[in-house]
């Protein structure tokens, strides 16, 4: 039974996850906030949605300006088609002016590898946080990439089967923000429900 199969294996991942390191993002989540940060949420593909998402609940109950490059569909697609599509995130945040006092949040199964020619946009925009003093955060599947190799806290999924990696980590992409944005320490706004 795949359901039954699925659910036990996403259990399992929710004892394996590094609950130290979640409590530690939400803790550089506050810092970000509390020195006038701002958050850009990055992600491709399903983990565009995802950062879509997050960027709502970051900034209505965390009270963090935040930001996902990939909601102005425009920008995007004229970026990938002059440009090229490695140029997406970077050119976006270098006209966002980011800064030391921002941060990127990366949501992503791979994490970006420039080898393999796999989220090479992501790549892009952890260089360029580095250069300018941005945090580069993230949640992401098997090694972490080059996210997890670059960033300042980065929660990697355990993999419990290796024909999964995607649904699971970008089902918990979901479940590690909404963790974030109903701890204490970030959140300022109550939910409705």
């Not at 991942?13 to 993002?25: G, H």
């Not at 024909?163 to 701890?183: D, G, K, Q, Y």
Request: aromatic share 8%; net charge neutral; charged share 20%.
């Amino acid at each position: 039974m795949h359901s039954k199969l699925f659910f036990g294996e996403t259990s399992k991942i929710s004892e394996l996850i590094d609950y130290n390191k979640v409590d530690q993002l939400a803790l550089n989540l506050k810092e970000l906030r509390d020195n006038g940060g701002r958050l850009f949420v990055l992600g491709v593909g399903g983990s565009a949605g995802n950062a879509s998402h997050a960027v709502n609940d970051f900034r209505k109950l965390c009270g963090i300006e935040s930001y996902a490059p990939s909601d102005n569909v425009s920008e995007l697609t004229a970026r990938t088609n002059d440009e090229g599509w490695d140029t997406i995130f970077d050119s976006w945040l270098l006209i966002s002016k980011i800064s030391s006092l921002d941060a990127l949040f990366i949501f992503s199964v791979g994490g970006g590898d420039l080898e393999k020619n796999v989220s090479p946009g992501i790549v892009k925009a952890v260089n360029l946080a580095k250069k300018t003093g941005a945090k580069v955060f993230g949640v992401v599947g098997r090694n972490g990439g080059y996210t997890a190799k670059a960033g300042d806290c980065v929660i990697v999924i355990p993999t419990v089967d290796d024909s999964r990696i995607t649904p699971h980590t970008e089902a918990f992409h979901a479940v590690v923000w909404h963790s974030l944005v109903c701890n204490p320490v970030l959140q300022i706004k109550p939910t409705k429900w």
